[in-house]
């Protein structure tokens, strides 16, 4: 079925994707029940959105460097069983201290999900494919969010809240089997890999243009402005993304007067769309590169339009009265915002070698989610004091829009390195 193994690699991947939103999801769908049972104000409930991020950005990091050193299979295996059981344990929170407690571990588990995920992209796909491996790796988690408003909320009305967290986190760990015995960390030494698919990968490999030596160490990559100003324009992609995965289902109900039924419906649209918009975002920066030969000119020209696009969106979304003009521009949102997804971790491929692309990659996404820390969270606070949205959507359009004057000004190869750009 499968004539290359790096494509069951990558749809293993795919799969994960999807059960990684899907978890992550399952709160906000389930927050107004999970909110009345536990009695949550909209501060407490802000607070524990961010609390799944103190220990997921921290991980990040730490999950992409450890993905350097042990090898991406072993620590995606960790993940994947880490946030699949605290999934489970949020079922069980009796309190705001304890789903507090419960989900800074689940942020613990999906922390080196992405950083791994593009460390195993670097280690099986030739650098022509990279932004599209990418892409179909990340496309299922969008797609998760999709799964995750109809199953979650048919399971909170029927059964309760606590049953959604049961059923998500049993899928991770029946994926966690397939992933143990099909995937490994280097196509160069597993065995079931062809020669001819070895030899194919190992011509295509990436070659750094940031600027600094082959010998140079991690710390050097860390401080480069164009890891760097990827990191801020990420921070500003996620921004939105965690106000939109946090708050909006909410916001359905709260100030659009949608039933649980009808919101869990309604999300669905914008995930699909973002779908689309991951898929695209890796073809999209790949054929320009392919057209271009200039990576990081094929990489910044889909990042700054889209994220561009998401910005405006996000903020006209706030002014509407509507929840059928409020969810069209933030399916409008997600889509532009998505079609960014790709582009960031293929940034990071362009510009770093291959032995620091999981401790680069960690460290970017972790500075990007910090977003999640702050945002749900200054965001619950926003709508307590001001009873209304519109100002939270203000401020997560414009955040991304720095992000894209960050990109405009210092993503470009450094001189001297065009000829790396175009290997």
Known sequence: MWKKRRHLVIFLLFLAGIINYMDRSALSIAAPAVAADLQLTPSELGLIFSSFFFGYAIFNFIGGYMSDRAGPHRIFSLSMAVWSAFCALTGMATGFISMLLVRIGFGVGEGPFSATANKVVSNWFPRREAGSAIGVANAGTPLGGAIAGPLVGYCVVNFGWRVSFFVVAAIGFVWLLFWLWLASSDPQTDGRVTP???????????????????????????????????????????????????????????????????????????????????????????????????????????????????????????????????????????????????????????????????????????????????????????????????????????????????VTLFVRAPRGAAAASHG
């Open 196 to 406: 001819a698919e070895r030899s194919d990968i190992a011509a295509d490999r990436p070659a750094p243009v940031a600027g600094a030596g082959h010998g140079a160490g991690l710390g050097t990559y860390l401080k480069n402005p164009v890891v760097l100003a990827t990191a801020f324009a990420f921070f500003g992609y996620n921004y939105i993304l965690f106000f939109f995965l946090t708050w909006f289902p909410s916001y359905l109900i709260q100030a659009r007067g949608l039933s649980m039924h009808d919101m869990s419906l309604v999300t669905v649209i914008p995930w699909i769309l973002g779908c689309i918009g991951l898929l695209g975002s890796g073809f999209t920066t790949d054929l320009i590169y392919r057209r271009t030969g200039d990576a990081l000119f094929s990489r910044k020209i889909v990042l700054t339009t889209c994220l561009g696009i998401a910005a405006v969106a996000i903020i006209l979304a706030g002014f509407m009265t509507t929840a059928t003009s409020a969810v069209a521009l933030v399916a409008i949102t997600v889509f532009a915002l998505y079609m960014t997804g790709a582009i960031y971790w293929a940034i990071v491929q362009d510009v770093v070698p291959a032995r620091h692309v999981g401790g680069v990659g960690g460290f970017v996404h972790g500075l990007a989610n910090t977003a999640g820390i702050i945002g749900p969270a200054v965001t619950g606070f926003m709508v307590q004091a001001s009873g209304s949205f519109t100002s939270a959507f203000m401020l997560a359009g414009g955040i991304a829009v720095l992000g894209v004057v960050a």
